[in-house]
């Protein structure tokens, strides 16, 4: 599987409901991300709303949630 496979940049969307984690730095340096009607997840920089934004599958989004849930990215978090 490649990250090209799954990822899609765009710019623009409309009217979508962001989210972002509670735990978010309270400075707006968070990852927000939407539901998109086709089924895909955007993502993108809550401090620069108006640039690109990322979309992946659902399924590519459930492996990375997965991974955090289970550590795989604890070291970058130090």
């Not at 997840?41 to 990322?54: D, H, I, K, Y």
């Not at 979309?55 to 604890?74: K, M, N, Q």
Request: glycine residues 10%; hydrophobic residues 40%.
């Amino acid at each position: 599987m490649h990250l090209n496979e799954h990822l899609h940049v765009h710019s623009g969307f409309g009217d979508l409901q962001w989210r972002k984690s509670t735990a978010s730095n309270p400075s707006g340096n968070c990852v927000e991300l939407a539901e998109l009607a086709d089924g895909g997840v955007a993502v993108r920089n809550s401090r620069f709303p108006a640039g690109p934004t990322l979309v992946y599958t659902r399924s590519a989004i459930a492996a990375f949630i997965d991974g955090v849930r289970e550590g795989e990215f604890d070291d970058l978090a130090r």
